[in-house]
């Protein structure tokens, strides 16, 4: 038994490195590739196309890219047509070729056209074969991503289908956790909590940073929006809000590796696992019910409430001050030791 308790104390070493060296490694590209963007090459001809009746600075300030932006396609095909807009918006017989999902195009030529009522923006989108297109905007946007990792993983999350996804799998999470529950008396944040503030630290900092998406999303989108097309990692070069968002995803990425290396140390590794699907079912729900609720100001007092209940909880019953003199484990209060059962004055 001894040698096996050994093993698996050992695995959950491994398994708490492994967790904190990915996520480090995830994060540097995330941050490397986000740094600045690297345009696709394309043929001079393109490049040099005068765009006519379109204001190239007060287009990038309203809709956020401009020529020689790149885009990806992230449906399964996007459809262009070879002739001008206006000559589609005539009814006059076009031509069209279809993209598939993933290849990279670049912007190459943006054009108004008025007497489109769909819309009156047609974006020119080129391969890197030459070949190039027209599509509506709305349309476009439908069917791309930004060559960017970053503004992919932002599309991903912001899918409502990912968004139903993520609940199902809170739910299951959840469900989990009170079978075992009933099983055992498994420990769970804010109730049947470790010796640790780490934990509690990153479920109420995920209900703030859910709180102040919300508020940007419903007060200030152009900020997200820019930031969706211009996704740089570094909080001190965009608008407060959104300076305080990334901040907080910095500091959730932080608890987070500490979480987990700090439950490894204090449970043993089943134990461990199953407090840990707890914990990020409960910091799930967070972010779905506080970026919910805040559209009303109900919100912003529930995230006050639970904010106070998350401290006094851990204060009241998890911090743990004092150690045994007898097994040397950490003790809420003095007397005698829950471990032990050792008194301790």
Known sequence: ?????????????????????????????????????????????L??????????????????????????????????TNQLPEEKVSGLQVDSFVVDRDRVLVVADIRIVKADTIDSVWVQLAQDNSVSGWVREGEMLRNVTPDDPVSRFIMFFSNQHHQYFLLLLIFLILGYTVSMLRKRQAYIVHFRDIATFYPTSLAVVVAIAATVYSYIQQHDPEIWRHFYFHPLLNPLVHPFPLAVFLGLMW??????????????????PMEAIIYLLGLFGVCAFNYLFF?????????????????????????????????????????????RCPHCGAVNE
């Not at 590209?29 to 001809?45: E, G």
Request: glycine content about 4%.
């Open 291 to 335: 970026s919910t609720v805040t559209h009303s100001f109900l919100g912003y007092l529930l995230l006050v409430a639970y904010i106070a209940f998350a401290v006094y909880q851990y204060i009241t019953r998890i911090r743990s001050p004092y150690i045994c003199g007898n097994c040397g484990k950490q003790i809420h209060s003095k007397g």
């Open 251 to 268: 500091l959730i990425l932080v608890l987070t590796i500490a979480s987990v290396d700090d439950t490894f140390h204090h449970l043993e």
């Open 47 to 80: 490049i040099d196309t005068l765009t006519m009746g379109v204001d190239t600075n007060a287009f990038r300030t309203t809709h956020h890219y401009a020529r020689n932006y790149n885009f990806r396609v992230s449906s399964d095909s996007l459809e262009l």
């Open 1 to 45: 038994m001894k040698t096996r308790k050994n093993l698996l104390q050992r695995v959950a070493q491994i398994m708490s490195r492994s967790v904190v060296f990915m996520t480090l490694l995830v994060l540097m590209l995330c941050a490397f590739s986000s740094c600045r963007h690297h345009p696709t090459a394309q043929p001079r001809s």
